[in-house]
C-alpha cells in the first residue's frame, strides 16, 4: 500500500516506471506523475485530492473509487483480468485517450465530465456499459471482438465513430456535434441517431442502420 497524504504537492522525479499494488491519494496540492505507473490492485483518490496524470500512460488494473479530481491528457488504461469496479466519480476528464480494455467483467459508475478519445477493447462477453451519458469530443472507438452497452444514455460525439465489434444500443441516442467533418463505421444498428452540427458534414463508410429515429 502507497498513500500520498498531506497538502504539499509532492515532487516526483521517476527515472523508471513505478508499479504499485493499492494506491492512495488523499494529497490536496495534486499528485503529478513524471512517468508512466502501473497500478495492479486498486486506485483511490480521496475527497479534496487531486490525481493529475498529464501526458503519462497509467495502466490500472484493478478497481478505481474516485471521490476527488482525475485529469489525464495522455494515456489512462482500464485493464482488469478480473471483476472490477471502475468509479469515475464526478470530477474524471480526459484530453488523450481513455480505454475501457482487459478481459474482465467491468462495472463503471461515477458521471465523468468529458473524455477526448474513448476506445473500447475489453473482451468479456458482459460488455461494457456507462452509468451516465458521455460527451466525447473527439473518436469513438469499439474494437473487434468488444461489446458496448448503449442502454439508454446519450453520447455527444465531436469525432469518428468506428464499430468493428457490437454495440447493444438500447434506446439509446448517438449525437455527432463536432465541427470538422465526420465519419461513421459501424457493424450495429443505431437505435436514434442525431446530427447536430454547426459547420462541416457527416460521413459514413459503412452500411449504416438506425432502428429509431434519425434526426
Not at 185 to 195: E, K, P, Q
Request: without cysteine; glycine residues 12%; proline residues 3%.
Amino acid at each position: 500500500i502507497v498513500n500520498f497524504n498531506g497538502s504539499v504537492s509532492p515532487v516526483l522525479n521517476s527515472s523508471s516506471p513505478p508499479q504499485y499494488g493499492y494506491l492512495n491519494i488523499n494529497n490536496t496540492g495534486g499528485v503529478n506523475p513524471s512517468v508512466d505507473w502501473t497500478i495492479l490492485y486498486s486506485l483511490t483518490v480521496g475527497s479534496g485530492a487531486s490525481f493529475n496524470s498529464g501526458l503519462t500512460t497509467q495502466n490500472l488494473y484493478g478497481t478505481l473509487t474516485n471521490n476527488g479530481t482525475i485529469t489525464s491528457s495522455g494515456v489512462f488504461n482500464f485493464l482488469p483480468s478480473t471483476a472490477a469496479t471502475e468509479n469515475m466519480g464526478s470530477l474524471f476528464s480526459s484530453t488523450g485517450i481513455v480505454n475501457f480494455g482487459g478481459a474482465g467483467a467491468m462495472t463503471l459508475a461515477g458521471t465523468p465530465t468529458f473524455f477526448r478519445d474513448v476506445i473500447i477493447s475489453n473482451t468479456n462477453v458482459s460488455g461494457i456499459t456507462p452509468s451516465s451519458n458521455w460527451n466525447i469530443t473527439n473518436d469513438f472507438t469499439v474494437n473487434s471482438g468488444a461489446v458496448f452497452n448503449a442502454s439508454t444514455r446519450t453520447y455527444f460525439v465531436g469525432g469518428d465513430i468506428s464499430n468493428n465489434g457490437t454495440i447493444n444500443s438500447g434506446t439509446s441516442t448517438f449525437t455527432l456535434n463536432g465541427s470538422s467533418t465526420q465519419d461513421i463505421y459501424s457493424l450495429s444498428a443505431f437505435r436514434n441517431l442525431t446530427l447536430s452540427k454547426s459547420a462541416a458534414s457527416a460521413t459514413i463508410s459503412s452500411n449504416v442502420a438506425v432502428n429509431g429515429i434519425l434526426n
